[in-house]
């Protein structure tokens, strides 16, 4: 019998000794968890900084509205500064309809007779825009057009 005594004990500290290397195994698993949550956590925060960076980048300056794909497409001006196609087309309409005659101002289909230079509202460099062109002929800001098709599709 006491060699069946011996037997379980050994057992028994053998299963012991298993627990407590399962124990370890299982605070190192813990801390490591711990730490990919603070990594993922940080991640998190530098990805929302980073989204909300694009966004304030992605938004025209004038009208405050983010670039899209439709209608408020990012066009360059001469400067570099780059404003949505709406307000673009905003500024040179509104310099066109200083340009006509008053008896003739409401007619739209004069609205692109007139060559203009219109001033970038946020440093005042002229972008010269045709007789016959409107804001679509402006060049189109080609990274922040790629950005907001990301933003688009994933966003």
Known sequence: MSKKINSELKQLKEMERREAKLERQNEIMEDKIKQMKEVLQ?????IT???QKIEKE???????????SATRIPRVFSCGHTFCEECAQ???TLKRHHLEPS???????LNCMYAVDI???SCRGITKVRSGQNAQQLAINEAIAHAVKINEIFF
């Open 42 to 46: 940080n991640q998190f925060r530098e």
């Open 58 to 68: 992605n938004e025209c300056a004038v009208c405050f509205f983010p670039f899209d």
């Open 90 to 92: 905003g500024l040179i």
């Open 49 to 51: 900084q980073a989204r």
């Open 103 to 109: 008896n003739r101002r409401n007619d739209a289909s």
């Open 119 to 121: 001033e970038c509202p």
